[in-house]
């Protein structure tokens, strides 16, 4: 509970108990409560803009419940005890299941006896849960007796005895069967005049599901060994299923299940429904062992990083061995139980990784925000929050240092810790500022309070200069937080404490945050005659984007459309690689040869139609039909479109790079590509000398990520034809005519490899080529070493390219260790075949038979359908089985028929 809930508690229940009292004063509040008396006059404060009390004038002030507030909340209650129904506790029931409770009430009400429900859902959903609130709120609404009968049963328990199967729920006459030795009923009489829940109801038989669905329809059955349906009952069926129903119950039988409600899975539900269910289970564990539970922030980020397809059950099962862990080690204690990060089984703690991915910032955020400090819940209150400290002073270097030595003592990797730290330093600043709104004082009155006036003007004229060339989101905070900052940062140089350096790096020192924290850094070594390191200029840097307005605004839709069956993937592909613009949707279609343009062109519209495209949509085509679709575009989707052919790679690129820069008009986009003719050509004055030593240069869009791989492909090349002694340099686009003249003054520039010629008096190899595999063999004739290899025995490129794949697809299988046999399995095909594939083809081969393998590992294979995927080659099918004994003698891992009949297909 907050200060201010506590405070606005205290004065209800001594208006309650002291009806004659006019009022308490800040003072005797704060005696009472444990506050400090600042904080509970500021909180007071807002109470009474709010509304909620009332001040009476004097020496001292009195404050007292308003007599609306209580009026008010009198009103509530009646509001309450009218809507309060069996699903007002199902939480997210006005939100993300609003739909779904909705169904449920429904189906329960519609007359005359209800409607038959199939609730589909992961396994974990709260699929029976759904089933049990709709029981109650028809005991609420009249509808069932309050001793009607609910009846459950799990139709997998009987999966391999139909027979018994369908016996157990419509009950048997003696003599029915072997073993039944008298009549008896079933769960349909049983549950006469309520409600049957079949579980797992995808597992009843053909057989089964057309008696329930004739019970349906009619109200009468038979039991098995009866000849005449002559019995009725009145049942309202629920069924729950975690499969597709199209494709495991009969149509008839789906036919006659009006109300089919699905439960989404909880990693697509909201954060806050994702915490209010965890402190749910806490809360129910707490009861259980009859102590309060303390759940670190950390642990909690953690726990609701770790949510995967388990769902609910899962989330309560990871919950229950949490706090039993908690409760061993907390045994001859008698205070709380306390979960923190560093308890947290390794599957658990990996959570805090994939929150503080930057797509789920948002989320670290509202955590932090709805918790702020611990959980805490006790048996006889739902949940709490720990019981809040006086405002602790802003201190970045702590909050910094304390999550770094804890990830570290877990052994995650910097780059990882890195990550991690810049989420949270972002959710950190951003909710110092909000913590302080509200208050009377200024934030100039605030800073004085705890720095000079001096150093107040200086972060003044800071503040001016940042302002200059970013956008903050609010300039009093960002003049709050740094000033704060700047005080820590002299107590440490007095101290002479040493900082993190493993933050550098984190900010890219081409960017503007980066380049004004350095200016700032002049100013501060100016000013007051100290040092600042560059490890320091990282903080600066890291305020500056935590308060830096985003850009939040809509982006143009680029669609790449190309004949051929994977050419504008392919391009697509590379450029997202290329160019980390998160925020432009780019999309690829792929129009095979025989593609009719009417069917490409519904795909396109299909697909758009489904995005939103207000900006406009720019089409990039090749050639032909595809070139003439932007009129059609325009009128189906309403939106304006803007054409250009002959679309390459760089072409791509460039239309990524126009597009991500905000508030730009498609107009203008697209006038400037019509000018677009690569990028400019630069002359290097080159020595040939054979005295230099030679290098290769990758080029890519910032010299980083994806250049860096290709830079390690070539060095891979290289060293495959003993050609180690040439270096080689990736560099990025911008910076690419002063890095290749640094570079050619001390090397011999032999060849470029990348996204960009740089029409230089070298070699240039396209990444194109160096993907598909002829630039591996131009590579080799450069450096003079065709002669000596074939190229069937070193396509580094392709093992490359296949491994990175399969790193991404394998859980169980190293792909470092399998990746030889599947080359050989698909060289020994191409032999036997008498076919020669190129890369992309061998690629998607490769990472299919992987995946296969795999499957193997596990025990679930696929099952080839001949009905809808064709007959296969039986020559075809039997070379691919006699390749494929490469990975019994290999890896004791045979595929089955099925497996092969797909790899069958693919070649």
């Known amino acids: ?325 908690a409760f061993l080690n907390s045994i001859r204690s008698d205070g709380h139980i306390k979960i923190t990060y560093q308890m947290l089984p390794s599957n658990i703690k990996s959570g805090i990784l994939s929150i503080s991915q930057t797509k789920e910032r948002d989320d670290v955020s509202f955590i932090s925000h709805y918790i702020e400090k611990d959980l805490y819940v006790t048996p006889t209150s739902p949940a709490k929050i720990s019981k809040e400290k006086d405002d602790e002073p802003f201190n970045l270097y702590q909050m910094v240092e304390n999550k770094v030595n804890m990830l570290k003592r877990e052994g995650i990797a910097d780059e990882l810790i890195q990550q991690i730290i810049v989420a949270d330093v972002n959710t950190y600043v951003k909710s110092l500022y909000n913590q302080k709104d509200n208050v009377t004082l200024s934030v100039n009155d605030r800073l004085l309070k705890i720095i000079d006036a001096d150093m107040v003007d200086f972060v003044q004229q800071i503040v001016d200069l940042v302002e200059r060339y970013i956008n903050l989101i609010s300039r009093e905070r960002f003049l709050y937080a740094f000033g704060l900052h700047l005080s820590s940062m002299f107590n440490r140089i007095k101290s002479e404490k040493n900082i993190y350096h493993l933050l550098e790096g984190t900010v890219d020192n081409n960017s503007i945050e980066f380049k004004l924290a350095t200016k700032i850094k002049l100013m501060i070594e100016e000013k007051y005659d100290v040092t600042v390191s560059k490890s320091e200029t990282e903080y600066f840097a890291m305020l500056l984007q935590s308060l830096k307005q985003e850009d939040n605004s809509r982006k143009i839709v680029i669609a790449v459309a190309m004949h051929g069956e994977y050419t504008a993937s392919s391009m697509v592909n590379v450029a997202r690689k290329l160019y980390s613009a998160n925020k432009v949707t780019l999309l690829a279609f792929d129009m095979p040869l025989e593609c009719r343009p009417d069917d490409m062109l519904n795909k396109i519209v299909e697909q758009l139609q489904n995005i939103d495209c207000r900006e406009g949509v720019l089409l990039l085509a090749d050639m032909g039909s595809l070139c003439s679709f932007g009129p059609i575009l325009e009128e189906r989707l309403n939106v304006p479109v803007k054409t250009l052919g002959m679309v390459t790679t760089p072409f791509v690129l460039e239309a990524i790079r126009k597009v991500d820069i905000a508030g730009i008009s498609l107009s203008a986009v697209y006038d400037s590509l019509k000018s677009f003719t690569g990028y400019e050509h630069v002359d290097l004055n080159i020595n040939h000398s054979d005295t230099k030593e030679k290098a290769v240069v990758t080029i890519c869009s910032t010299g980083k990520g994806t250049a860096e791989k290709l830079q390690n492909l070539v060095i891979d090349i290289l060293v495959d034809v003993s050609m180690n002694h040439i270096k080689v340099f ?170 092969i009949c797909y790899i069958t297909k693919m070649v």
């Open 1 to 325: 509970m907050k200060r201010i809930e506590k405070i606005y508690e205290y004065l209800q229940d001594f208006a309650a108990k002291n009806k004659e009292a006019q009022g308490l004063t800040a003072t005797e509040i704060a005696d009472n409560l444990g506050f400090l008396r600042s904080n509970v006059s500021r909180e007071l404060n807002k109470l009474y803009r709010m509304g909620k009390i009332t001040k009476i004038a004097g020496r001292p002030v009195l404050y007292s419940i308003s007599k609306i507030s209580n009026i008010q909340k009198k009103s509530d209650k009646m509001k309450v005890s009218v809507e309060k129904s069996a699903f007002s506790n199902l939480i997210g029931a006005n939100d993300s299941l609003k739909k779904q409770v909705e169904q449920a009430k429904a189906a329960v009400i519609y007359p005359p006896n209800g409607l038959h429900t199939l609730i589909v859902g992961q396994t974990g959903v709260g699929k029976t849960l759904l089933a049990h609130m709709m029981f109650e709120y028809g005991k609420e609404v009249g509808k069932f007796a309050n001793n009607a009968p609910f009846v459950t049963f799990n139709c997998a328990d009987y999966y391999n005895n139909p027979q018994l199967l369908i016996s157990h729920i419509f009950g048997h006459i003696k003599g029915a069967f072997t073993g039944a030795d008298k009549s008896a009923p079933g769960l349909i009489e049983a549950a006469d005049e309520g409600i049957l829940f079949l579980d797992e109801i995808h597992r009843l038989p053909p057989e089964g599901q057309e008696m329930i669905f004739y019970f349906m329809d009619t109200g009468t059955f038979n039991r098995l060994g009866e000849t005449k349906r002559e019995r009725t009952a009145n049942v309202l069926i629920i069924g729950a299923t975690t499969e597709n129903p199209d494709s495991v119950l009969t149509k008839t039988f789906k036919r006659r299940i009006p109300n089919i409600i699905s439960i989404p899975p909880l990693a697509q539900r909201s954060i806050k429904e994702k915490l209010e269910i965890m402190k749910v289970l806490f809360t129910e564990e707490s009861r259980s062992i009859k102590k309060p539970v303390l759940v670190s922030a950390d642990a909690v980020k953690a726990i609701i990083g770790s949510i995967g397809s388990g769902n609910v059950g899962q989330l309560k099962s990871n919950i229950r061995l949490l706090c039993a862990q």
């Open 730 to 899: 990736s560099v990025g686009i911008y910076d690419m005519h002063e890095r290749l003249t640094q570079i050619a003054h001390k090397y011999q520039i032999i060849a470029v490899v990348g996204v960009k010629n740089p029409h230089i008096d070298a070699p240039f190899i396209p990444i194109e080529q160096m993907i598909n595999g002829e630039g591996d063999m131009i590579l080799r004739e450069i450096v003079g070493a065709k002669s000596s290899v074939k190229k069937e025995k070193t396509n580094v490129v392709l093992k490359r390219f296949c491994e990175d794949g399969l790193q991404e697809m394998l859980l169980y299988l190293n792909p470092s260790k399998i990746i030889n046999s599947l080359i050989k399995f698909i060289e020994k095909l191409e032999e036997d075949l008498d076919l020669k594939w190129d890369n992309p083809h061998k690629l998607r081969l490769v990472i299919h038979v992987g995946c296969a393998l795999e499957r193997m590992v596990v025990h679930n294979g696929l099952t080839y359908n001949t009905e809808s995927s064709g007959e296969v080659d039986t020559r075809v099918f039997n070379l691919v089985k006699d390749a494929a004994r490469i990975f019994e003698k290999t890896f004791q891992i045979s595929l089955t028929d099925d497996e």
